[in-house]
């Protein structure tokens, strides 16, 4: 493992805005928070947003991984004088350009010592150059809201400055990736350099949106409409659901425009987390009535005495004694 300059001059943790007892849970919310916001798809032409969309994106690669957070966070608190380092073209040392790996004044790679402190060996190879880990790949993939929803295994093509011609990789999208949601593919990066390992390749999804349905975190949400007396007096109405199939709802009498309902089971299921399917009910009034809806309706005014408004004229009254 190898630290560079960024390890020491990179507060990443101030990068993304967190604190630096934050849980993995809040880091990655954050993380996606801000790369939405900052996407170049979501900026055209905004060079901007494009730097601060790479600077949140390699603070979360190191801090996005718990093993490489420990490193930084040791490698942090220790400084570089903890190293023995030095900066300037001075004898000895290199200088700290280009995010290089620092270089020690007696000669040997902080990598080296780095390895130490988390228990691995010194790590140069028999030729005595260093592995040096592959660069990690950024891509984008465009996904339809039932592809995101059910999952995929899709192929990218990847070009990059040191392989010769594009290579394809195949990735398999887990069921359940929201839009802007960042997933990591261990070991699909950049190969590395001197038997070192390959990087990571990163995927941001954009994932389209649905005619019918949406979504909320795991739940699934749908809005449908009903008649006036199928809220009043209660019914069965059958709900479409995303596989093309349908379910049973039960409406209560007196069931109101707005009320939300939940059908169990059938929302984004994502490994041990099942969803759900919120059904939004809209009350759906009449327009052009017959001469005989229009009769029935006023016998219901008649014996419908009770104003639903009577309860606002009270409150204000109220407020002003």
């Known amino acids: 493992m190898t630290a560079q300059r960024e390890w020491f001059e990179k507060d990443y943790y101030a990068v993304l805005g967190v604190a630096k007892t934050a849980t993995d849970k809040e880091i990655t919310k954050t993380y996606r928070k801000l790369a939405r916001k900052y996407h170049p798809d979501a900026n055209p ?100 809201f039932i592809d995101a929803v059910n999952g995929m295994t899709t192929s990218l093509r990847l070009s990059t400055d040191s392989e010769k011609s594009p290579r394809e990789v195949n990735v398999r999208i887990p069921a359940g990736v929201d839009n802007g949601q960042r997933i990591r593919i ?43 007396a199928e809220a009043a007096l209660g019914a069965n109405i059958e709900v479409p659901t995303l596989d093309g199939a349908s379910v049973t709802l039960r409406l209560k009498p007196g069931t109101q425009s707005g009320s939300r309902h939940r059908v169990k089971g059938k929302g984004i299921v994502s490994g041990e987390i099942e969803g ?26 008649e014996v419908s005495k009770a104003s ?9 009254k109220n407020e002003r004694q």
């Not at 001197?194 to 699934?220: M, Q, W, Y």
């Open 186 to 228: 261990k070991g699909r990066g950049e190969p590395g350099r001197s038997g070192g390992p390959a990087g990571d390749l990163f995927i941001t999804c954009n994932v389209a949106t649905h005619k019918l349905f949406g979504r909320e975190g795991k739940n699934l949400t749908l809005q449908i409409p009903i008649t006036f």
């Open 45 to 144: 032409n905004n060079a901007a947003a494009e730097n601060k969309f790479k600077e949140i994106s390699a603070a979360y690669d190191v801090l996005g991984d718990e093993k490489r957070r420990k490193e930084y966070d040791e490698v942090r608190r220790a400084g570089p004088s903890a190293f023995g380092m030095h900066g300037g073209n001075g004898a000895g040392g290199q200088s700290f350009n280009g995010g290089q790996p620092f270089d020690m004044g007696g000669g040997g790679d902080i990598s080296d010592l780095i390895s130490q402190m988390f228990g691995g060996r010194g790590g140069r190879s028999r030729n005595g150059v260093d592995p040096r880990r592959g660069v990690d790949l950024e891509a984008t993939l465009d996904l339809s």
């Open 308 to 316: 639903p408004r009577s309860h606002l004229f009270s409150a204000v």
């Open 276 to 301: 759900d399917l919120i059904v939004s009910v809209e009350v759906v009034v009449p327009k052009d009535l017959t001469g005989k809806q229009t009769k029935l309706i006023e016998q219901l005014a």
